[in-house]
Structures are given as structure tokens and as C-alpha cells.
């Protein structure tokens, strides 16, 4: 049974992107090996995304685990043009049974702040695995940003390091 798993790197500071969605402070990050990143990529049997994360993946240079993963691909939107390789699916809980359902006994990545929040919220996410990167953004998409929401307990998995980043995995309590 597939597992629902955000898999995210995020600032010191816990933005996950800098402001207006920017993506570009991740560029040469993950330059050095890091074998829990090959480890997941390598147990992925889907992904699962939000709108906000599928219009830069559907371009050469924003391609899923920068191409080095293909599979098949859930985007939870209403308003977006459908792009090859990508489906469409306007619920988030059909877009959740669908991925889970492609990826079998893999890990359906979910990726996208907001998409895993949701999945979060609505008790399907499983697991967090964070890559926490050596840089301070001080201000853009939080990691989980939920403000009054619900204290969630995770159980952790696995904390390692490669080179400057640091790997931490947790259960959803």
C-alpha cells in the first residue's frame, strides 16, 4: 500500500520557497550525493502536486527531480491546462486514491506546500521528509503554514546528513 511522503527542502528558517514561489535559491543545493535523496527517488512510484507546482514542472528546467525520475504524475487543480505526462484531477482526494493507486507499495511524493497541507488536514499524509539547507531566506512559502491550526505530533525516522544538508524523516503521528 503506497505511502503518502512530502518531500521537500526547505531554509533554516522553514521556507520552502522564496517569495512569489521562487524556486531559484535551490540551484547547486543539492550538487553533492546524498543517498536518502537516491533512496526515495529510487522508491517513488508516483507524484502529487498542486497548481502551484505544476506550471514550473511542466518546463525542461523545473522537471520533476530534475528529470531523474519519470512516473506518473497527479496535479490537484480545477483551472489549468492539461500538459503531457500530467493528470488532471480537480479533487484532492481522487487525486490522492489515483497516485496512491499508480504507485502500489512505493511512495507517492507529494509535493507543493499547500497540497501537503491539505493532505495533512484531511489525515492522509503519512510521512515528512525534510532536506534542510544552509541558507536563510526570511520570508516566502512556509513549510506548514496553518495559522491557529492543529499540533501535529511526528515520531522520527531517520536523521542524517550529506554535506551541508541536513536529512530529517518523520512519521505522522
Do not use: Q
Not at 492539461?82 to 493528470?87: E, I, L, V
Not at 507517492?108 to 493532505?119: D, E, F, H, N, Y
Amino acid at each position: 500500500m503506497a505511502k503518502l511522503l512530502y518531500h521537500i527542502t526547505m531554509s533554516l528558517d522553514g521556507f520552502v520557497a522564496a517569495p512569489g514561489d521562487d524556486m531559484t535559491w535551490l540551484s547547486g543545493l543539492h550538487a553533492e550525493p546524498n543517498p536518502v535523496v537516491e533512496r526515495v527517488i529510487g522508491g517513488i512510484g508516483a507524484v502529487l502536486m498542486g497548481h502551484h507546482t505544476y506550471a514550473p514542472a511542466t518546463t525542461a528546467e523545473g522537471e520533476v527531480y530534475g528529470g531523474r525520475w519519470r512516473g506518473p504524475i497527479f496535479v490537484v487543480t480545477r483551472d489549468a491546462a492539461p500538459s503531457p505526462g500530467f493528470t488532471l484531477v480537480g479533487d484532492l482526494g481522487e487525486a490522492v486514491a489515483a497516485a496512491s493507486a499508480a504507485a502500489g507499495d512505493g511512495y507517492v511524493a507529494v509535493l507543493g506546500a499547500t497540497t501537503a497541507r491539505r493532505c495533512l488536514e484531511a489525515g492522509l499524509l503519512d510521512e515528512v521528509l525534510v532536506h534542510v539547507a544552509p541558507v536563510l531566506l526570511g520570508d516566502g512559502v512556509r513549510l506548514f503554514d496553518h495559522p491557529g491550526g492543529t499540533r501535529v505530533r511526528l515520531d522520527p525516522v531517520e536523521l542524517s546528513h550529506a554535506g551541508a544538508i541536513t536529512n530529517a524523516w518523520y512519521r505522522v503521528a
